[in-house]
T-cell receptor, first 113, second 117 residues
Framework: KQEVTQIPAALSVPEGENLVLNCSFTDSAIYNLQWFRQDPGKGLTSLLLIQSSQREQTSGRLNASLDKSSGRSTLYIAASQPGDSATYLC????????????FGAGTRLAVHP | NAGVMQNPRHLVRRRGQEARLRCSPMKGHSHVYWYRQLPEEGLKFMVYLQKENIIDESGMPKERFSAEFPKEGPSILRIQQVVRGDSAAYFC???????????????FGPGTRLLVL
C-alpha cells in the first residue's frame, strides 16, 4: 500500500530564505509525482508535475526533484516571500492504476516579513 | 472556461441528516474524482467516476456514502445519516481523460466544508 510522508509538518521562516520541503513514498512504482499548493479555505493549485522518467522540473522560483528509486522528492523554493505562505502537498499516481492521487499530509509554510 | 465548481461551499447538518455535495466539472471533462480532507490531514481519495459509471470506489466508506455522475448534470456525493466524524472538507477534481491519455492533471474545485453538529 502506497504511503506518502511529508517532512517537516510545519515551517516558519523569515522572508528571503531558500527552503527545502521533503516528500517520501513507500512504493517506487509511480506514474508521476505532483506538488500542489493549498491556501486556507481554498482548493488546490498544481505547482509542478514530474513524470517517473524525469529527475526534476522547474517553474520560476520553484524546483522539484524526484529520485524514484529511493522514494523521495524535494520541493525547493528560492528567495521565499510572504505570499508563499500556504500548505504544500505532495501526491503520487500509482503506475498502472487509475488516475487517482495519493497525498501526503502536507507542510504548512509561514514566511514572515 | 470556468473552473471546477462545487456547491455549497459550506454545509451544516445535524447528526442523522443527509448531506448532498455537488460538483460541476470543467467544460469538456468527463472524469470526476472525490477526495476528503480531515482536519490537519492530507486529501484521501474516495471515488473516481466517468459519466454514468463508477470506475474506482476503493476509498468510499462501505456504508452511508454514495456517488453518482449522471449523463446530464453535476456529480453528487451523498452522505446519509451524517455523524460528527463526517465533518471534513470534500474536494472534487476533474480531468478530460483518464490515465490512458498520458499526463492528466486533475483540476480541483474549492471544496465543500461540511460541519456536522
Amino acid at each position: 500500500k502506497q504511503e506518502v510522508t511529508q517532512i517537516p509538518a510545519a515551517l516558519s521562516v523569515p522572508e528571503g530564505e531558500n527552503l527545502v520541503l521533503n516528500c517520501s513514498f513507500t512504493d517506487s512504482a509511480i506514474y508521476n509525482l505532483q506538488w500542489f499548493r493549498q491556501d486556507p479555505g481554498k482548493g488546490l493549485t498544481s505547482l509542478l508535475l514530474i513524470q517517473s522518467s524525469q529527475r526534476e522540473q522547474t517553474s520560476g522560483r520553484l524546483n522539484a526533484s524526484l529520485d524514484k528509486s529511493s522514494g523521495r522528492s524535494t520541493l525547493y523554493i528560492a528567495a521565499s516571500q510572504p505570499g508563499d505562505s500556504a500548505t504544500y502537498l505532495c501526491a503520487v499516481r500509482r503506475a498502472g492504476g487509475y488516475n487517482k492521487l495519493i497525498f501526503g499530509a502536507g507542510t504548512r509554510l509561514a514566511v514572515h516579513p | 472556461n470556468a473552473g471546477v465548481m462545487q456547491n455549497p461551499r459550506h454545509l451544516v447538518r445535524r447528526r442523522g441528516q443527509e448531506a448532498r455535495l455537488r460538483c460541476s466539472p470543467m467544460k469538456g471533462h468527463s472524469h470526476v474524482y472525490w477526495y476528503r480532507q480531515l482536519p490537519e490531514e492530507g486529501l484521501k481519495f474516495m471515488v473516481y467516476l466517468q459519466k454514468e459509471n463508477i470506475i474506482d470506489e476503493s476509498g468510499m466508506p462501505k456504508e452511508r456514502f454514495s456517488a453518482e455522475f449522471p449523463k446530464e448534470g453535476p456529480s453528487i456525493l451523498r452522505i446519509q445519516q451524517v455523524v460528527r466524524g463526517d465533518s471534513a472538507a470534500y474536494f472534487c477534481a476533474s480531468s478530460p481523460r483518464g490515465l490512458e491519455g498520458g499526463i492528466e492533471t486533475q483540476y480541483f474545485g474549492p471544496g465543500t466544508r461540511l460541519l456536522v453538529l
